[in-house]
């Protein structure tokens, strides 16, 4: 056996106790968010010096085993694609990293090709991660071997990845880089889990909503609600319910009847007979309201800034142009140089200097080093 699974308190203390001396650590998360209601964690791995643990959060309480090695900022905690992880820690367990460093972004700042995990340890190392359980349950119990070793393998390799990429940047001059980045995921995960989106519309996460009628917007609205509450109650993935599409259709179509709804393309027949009588009821409800007693899709000044201005989209463009020049004189994809909402943000609060510039969120310090009197540049020209 390549692992140790961790899925007793006894186990969980001799883990605790490997911990409680390691220099640094490899970790990552297998959460449930593909089949589940929710994105709930179901697994834990773990590398320290050269074994691996695989952690089943439903068994062992991963707060107290986690809590003190995650807080201790001398002690490195390497990760691939790490932000989602971070919020499911944070938001399930209040577990917060200190210490991240993460092989994404050092791939992405040193401007390599294939950043994802598989590809990086095959082109680096030959190592061929198996894809068979990209999509499993990982809620599902017990979990079989393969699945357990499949998990293991994700932490296995992860020193060896980061100890490279660490001396590449060190030779190109971008480890503060990284680490800025690294610091910044830390603080954004953890300002994420402490956002309140409960009261988000439901409607504007689905394509094409946008266009419909206020009483289309409004059913459309019920029909989700109604899919979710049967998601929560069977513990599945809303879409493995019923998909946008299809409750999308339905509300164009308004259908009549169970028969009627089962004949909506990608409507599974199985919930129309055990389920649409009530979603039907609650569409007819709808379609025969006032208007003026509906809720019409969000307006944009609801949901954040709306569409910008003429000149400052103009500015936006030409502060691109600056951000895409330095990108190909770094060798950097353009994004990971300074995204376009950033762009956006300049050019529409238009900074007069270097420390109104480095205010904007997401403007880091390397950026303003490499970018910044370039974008200034561009702002004294178009005032």
Same mark, same amino acid.
């Given at each position: 056996?390549?692992?140790?699974?961790?899925?007793?308190?006894?186990?969980?203390?001799?883990?605790?106790?490997?911990?409680?001396? +390691?220099?640094?650590?490899?970790?990552?998360?297998?959460?449930?968010?593909?089949?589940?209601?929710?994105?709930?964690?179901?697994?834990?791995?773990?590398?320290?010096?050269?074994?691996?643990?695989?952690?089943?959060?439903?068994?062992?309480?991963?707060?107290?085993?986690?809590?003190?090695?995650?807080?201790?900022?001398?002690?490195?905690?390497?990760?691939?694609?790490?932000?989602?992880?971070?919020?499911?820690?944070?938001?399930?367990?209040?577990?917060?990293?200190?210490?991240?460093?993460?092989?994404?972004?050092?791939?992405?700042?040193?401007?390599?090709?294939?950043?994802?995990?598989?590809?990086?340890?095959?082109?680096?190392?030959?190592?061929?991660?198996?894809?068979?359980?990209?999509?499993?349950?990982?809620?599902?119990?017990?979990?079989?071997?393969?699945?357990?070793?499949?998990?293991?393998?994700?932490?296995?390799?992860?020193?060896?990845?980061?100890?490279?990429?660490? +001396? $590449?940047?060190?030779?190109?001059?971008?480890?503060?880089?990284?680490?800025?980045?690294?610091?910044?995921?830390?603080?954004?995960?953890? $300002?994420?889990?402490?956002?309140?989106?409960?009261?988000?519309?439901?409607?504007?996460?689905?394509?094409?909503?946008?266009?419909?009628?206020?009483?289309?917007?409004?059913?459309?609205?019920?029909?989700?609600?109604?899919?979710?509450?049967?998601?929560?109650?069977?513990?599945?993935?809303?879409?493995?319910?019923?998909?946008?599409?299809?409750?999308?259709?339905?509300?164009?179509?308004?259908?009549?009847?169970?028969?009627?709804?089962?004949?909506?393309?990608?409507?599974?027949?199985?919930?129309?007979?055990?389920?649409?009588?009530?979603?039907?009821?609650?569409?007819?409800?709808?379609?025969? +309201?006032?208007?003026? $007693?509906?809720?019409?899709?969000?307006?944009?000044?609801?949901?954040?800034?709306?569409?910008?201005?003429?000149?400052?989209?103009?500015?936006?463009?030409?502060?691109?142009?600056?951000?895409?020049?330095?990108?190909?004189?770094?060798?950097?994809?353009?994004?990971?140089?300074?995204?376009?909402?950033?762009?956006?943000?300049?050019?529409?609060?238009?900074?007069?200097?270097?420390? $109104?510039?480095? +205010?904007?969120?997401?403007?880091?310090?390397?950026?303003?080093?490499?970018?910044?009197?370039?974008?200034?540049?561009?702002?004294?020209?178009?005032?």
């Amino acid at each position: 056996m390549t692992y140790t699974h961790v899925d007793t308190p006894g186990a969980a203390g001799d883990l605790k106790h490997v911990l409680s001396s +390691a220099t640094r650590i490899a970790l990552d998360c297998e959460a449930a968010g593909f089949h589940r209601y929710d994105n709930r964690l179901c697994l834990v791995q773990v590398t320290v010096g050269d074994d691996t643990y695989v952690v089943d959060p439903l068994a062992v309480d991963i707060t107290a085993l986690f809590g003190d090695v995650l807080a201790r900022e001398d002690v490195p905690v390497v990760m691939h694609g790490s932000d989602f992880d971070l919020r499911l820690l944070g938001g399930q367990y209040g577990l917060r990293i200190h210490g991240l460093f993460d092989t994404q972004i050092a791939a992405s700042l040193l401007g390599l090709d294939g950043l994802g995990l598989a590809a990086l340890l095959e082109t680096r190392f030959g190592v061929k991660l198996s894809k068979k359980y990209q999509r499993a349950d990982w809620a599902e119990r017990p979990l079989s071997d393969d699945m357990l070793e499949y998990a293991a393998s994700d932490t296995r390799y992860l020193f060896r990845l980061g100890d490279e990429l660490a +001396a $590449e940047l060190e030779a190109a001059g971008r480890t503060e880089w990284a680490e800025q980045e690294c610091r910044a995921l830390e603080t954004v995960a953890v $300002e994420a889990d402490e956002a309140d989106d409960t009261r988000e519309d439901p409607v504007v996460r689905v394509k094409g909503a946008r266009d419909l009628s206020v009483h289309q917007v409004a059913a459309l609205r019920e029909a989700l609600n109604w899919r979710d509450e049967i998601a929560r109650a069977k513990d599945r993935a809303p879409f493995r319910v019923v998909g946008d599409g299809p409750l999308l259709d339905a509300v164009a179509r308004h259908p009549r009847s169970v028969d009627q709804l089962a004949d909506v393309k990608g409507f599974p027949g199985s919930l129309a007979r055990s389920d649409g009588e009530t979603l039907l009821e609650r569409l007819r409800a709808v379609i025969g +309201a006032d208007e003026a $007693e509906l809720r019409p899709y969000p307006r944009a000044s609801t949901r954040g800034p709306g569409r910008p201005t003429p000149e400052v989209e103009e500015l936006a463009n030409r502060l691109k142009d600056a951000r895409n020049r330095k990108a190909g004189e770094l060798g950097l994809p353009r994004g990971t140089v300074l995204s376009n909402a950033v762009l956006l943000a300049i050019a529409t609060e238009a900074p007069k200097n270097m420390a $109104e510039l480095g +205010a904007i969120d997401g403007m880091r310090p390397w950026r303003l080093k490499v970018l910044g009197r370039d974008l200034l540049e561009v702002l004294e020209q178009s005032g």
